[in-house]
């Protein structure tokens, strides 16, 4: 393959949705580079789940970003990238189809530059000496913790919410329940009391207990072998705790 591409006359190679680490016999043998796009704010969320995590972190943006592919993951210089604001409306689906519709944007834009000869390419280290990398999120991953912030659990719902897995609770008799959407509450009062556990309900769903204040829950689904049922408003009484796993 490394043969047929170096026989094509290839001026320029582009990487868009692959999923392998790309070797350096590869990356030389085209005279203008070799170029990838994700979408993750590099020199930060370089590696996998980029719009995942950036959600969990509760950011106020997310990048798009076009960068030479070196021997590394995700540490090329920078060629393009632009920074789209993350607002509390916004979950994985939304940023997902920004990201559909940005990447290709941003691909553009940066080999219009380089074909061009205006691109001036940003070492990452220069934005910051360390950046981070994020890994792959697995099977398991998807287990709500109660005993944390109402704000890191509205984040953390948000973030894998279709088309991901979405957050995952236990009832007490073991049923599993997916959290498909979250809110937080205005005004609501930080208190000590049992995490997890529905403290009140009304048309809108079920508040739940967290390490400092209340979520109100307003979209769920059972769980059977794995898969989602239909969504539904919870009604659950008022006592009912949840739990993170069996």
């Excluded at 970003?65 to 509390?88: K, N, P, R, S, Y």
């Amino acid at each position: 393959f490394i043969e047929r591409v170096k026989q094509s006359g290839v001026s320029l190679l582009v990487s868009m949705s692959f999923d392998q680490i790309i070797r350096r016999p590869l990356i030389d043998t085209a005279p203008q580079g070799f170029i990838n796009c994700h979408a993750g704010a590099l020199p930060f969320y370089r590696g996998r789940n980029p719009l995942n995590w950036a959600l969990i972190n509760d950011e106020p943006a997310f990048g798009v970003t076009a960068h030479f592919i070196d021997e590394g993951i995700d540490t090329g210089d920078i060629v393009c990238q632009e920074h789209l604001a993350i607002t509390d409306d916004d979950d994985y689906a939304s940023l997902l189809h920004r990201a559909e519709e940005g990447c290709p944007r941003v691909l553009v834009d940066a080999i219009v530059a380089i074909q061009g000869g205006r691109a001036q390419p940003i070492e990452q280290n220069t934005i910051h000496p360390v950046g981070f990398y994020c890994g792959r999120r697995r099977v398991g991953d998807e287990y709500l913790n109660w005993a944390q912030s109402s704000r890191a659990i509205f984040c953390f719902v948000r973030a894998i919410s279709s088309p991901g897995p979405c957050a995952r609770t236990f009832l007490e008799d073991g049923r599993e329940l997916a959290i498909n959407k979250a809110h937080m509450v205005p005004g609501a009062p930080n208190y000590k009391a049992t995490v997890g556990e529905i403290v009140g309900r009304d048309e809108s769903g079920i508040f739940v207990k967290t390490e400092d204040n209340v979520l109100r829950v307003s979209e769920c689904s059972w769980v059977s072998g794995g898969k989602l049922g239909e969504a539904f408003c919870p009604k659950l009484p008022i006592g009912t705790r949840l739990a993170p796993s069996e």
